[in-house]
């Protein structure tokens, strides 16, 4: 099974690709912030159109909203999230909540973000140091895998 998860951030998304368990492929698709918000949900878009059609995976796991402070982040964050569920919609898709990663990454809903570091770079065997965006899409491939595994 192809699982891939989506740590979504307009500046900065992250991905992971897992296959049979182990890291497969992984990046960062990073947009220009002084672009129009039009072109960097588009470099978003096509960036993990291309990932979609590379990978083929079966299943993509990304985070969904939370309402935080900052309401221009949280629409922002919208539109970036909007893409990225039209390029990855021949796939089975899963919304999960932070708190359903970190209970299925680390046991706990309320880890920290060094505790989820470290289950992940444990778990997927991964070099410590990588990027907090692909720490977080392995994250969600994690859960991804094992709802696979419950199902």
């Known amino acids: 099974m192809h699982i891939l998860g989506i740590d979504c951030g307009l500046s900065a998304t ?8 182990c890291v497969a492929s992984n990046g960062i698709i990073k ?31 990304i985070e969904s909203l939370f309402f935080g402070k900052n ?16 390029a990855t919609h021949n796939t089975r898709i899963y919304e999960v909540t932070p708190a359903e990663v970190k209970k299925a990454v680390t046991g706990n809903g309320r880890a920290s973000k060094q505790q989820v570091r470290y289950m992940v770079e444990r778990l997927l065997n991964i070099p410590h140091g990588i990027s907090e965006h692909i720490v977080d899409a392995c994250a969600c491939a994690l859960w991804g895998q094992w709802k696979m595994k419950q199902s």
Request: charged share 25%; aromatic share 4%; proline share 2%.
């Open 14 to 21: 992250g991905y992971a690709i897992l296959r049979d368990g």
């Open 31 to 61: 947009t220009d912030k002084d672009n129009s918000l039009a072109s960097r949900i588009n470099t978003i878009y096509l960036g993990i159109k291309e990932i979609v059609d590379r990978e083929k995976p079966d299943l993509t796991v």
């Open 71 to 86: 309401l221009k982040t949280l629409v922002s964050l919208a539109h970036a999230r909007g893409v990225i569920l039209l």
